[in-house]
């Protein structure tokens, strides 16, 4: 019977080291699912004397997955889901919120943050210009951190999603020049944001 080489053994061994260190609970690159956006609006005021001069962008985001990252006497050391709201508020006729890194609610184990950014601009229609209101791209970042048996590990990810009038929002102004906008009643949701791991960091001790 012929038997393979000793360097065939000890290469196959190898990799079959290196593929279950890739597939190891710790690795955050493994599919994840969606963040879940299960509502936005927007808010334009009047300008009316004795009206607050405030617009206000609101929305609604989870986190369905949970994340183990390594196990310990006290049990699993994991991301778990969570769910949010944020708010961003300027003073609509003189204030410009692009930019901005706004902290939604609280969790426990991390922070969320949201940012407006510029709209994708068409030739025509609604989406003709960018609107922090009407036309814009929002940012969410959630950043984590957990405790290990031997360090404490920190991961950032990111995700954005668009909106605008006339695609995936709809709503109406008054008379008065108010302004309400929201999602599409025909748009499905939640709305799916594809987020990305762009940090992953051992604050202190080892995380291997």
């Known amino acids: 019977m012929m038997f393979p080489p000793i360097s065939f053994l000890t290469a196959t061994v190898t990799a079959l080291f290196v593929i279950a260190a890739l597939a190891a609970p710790n690795d955050t690159s ?42 310990t006497r006290f049990g699993d050391a994991a991301f778990p889901p969570s769910s949010v709201n944020c708010t961003v508020r300027w003073l609509g006729a003189l ?8 902290t939604c609610t609280d ?66 102004c008054g008379g008065s020049g108010v302004c309400n906008w929201g999602l599409k009643e025909t748009v499905v949701r939640p709305v799916l944001v594809n987020q990305t791991l762009v940090e992953t960091r051992c604050l202190f001790g080892s995380c291997e």
Do not use: C
């Not at 493994?30 to 808010?43: C, D, F, N, Q, R």
């Not at 204030?95 to 706004?102: A, I, K, L, S, T």
């Not at 209101?133 to 957990?146: D, G, I, K, M, P």
């Open 30 to 71: 493994l599919a994840v699912k969606p963040w879940e956006i299960s509502g936005v609006g927007t808010h334009s005021p009047s300008g009316y004397p004795a009206n607050a001069p405030y617009s206000t962008l609101f929305v609604s985001i989870s986190d369905p997955n949970h994340i183990v990252l390594g196990s």
């Open 95 to 102: 204030e410009n919120p692009y930019g901005w890194v706004n």
């Open 107 to 172: 969790i426990n184990h991390g922070k969320w943050t949201v940012e407006i950014l510029p709209g994708v601009v068409t030739t025509s229609g609604p989406q003709s210009y960018s609107s922090p209101t009407t036309n814009f791209v929002l940012r969410f970042t959630l950043s984590e951190a957990v405790v290990l048996m031997t360090g404490t590990i920190y991961e950032r990810f990111v995700g954005t999603a668009a909106f605008a009038v006339g695609d995936n929002m709809s709503g109406s």
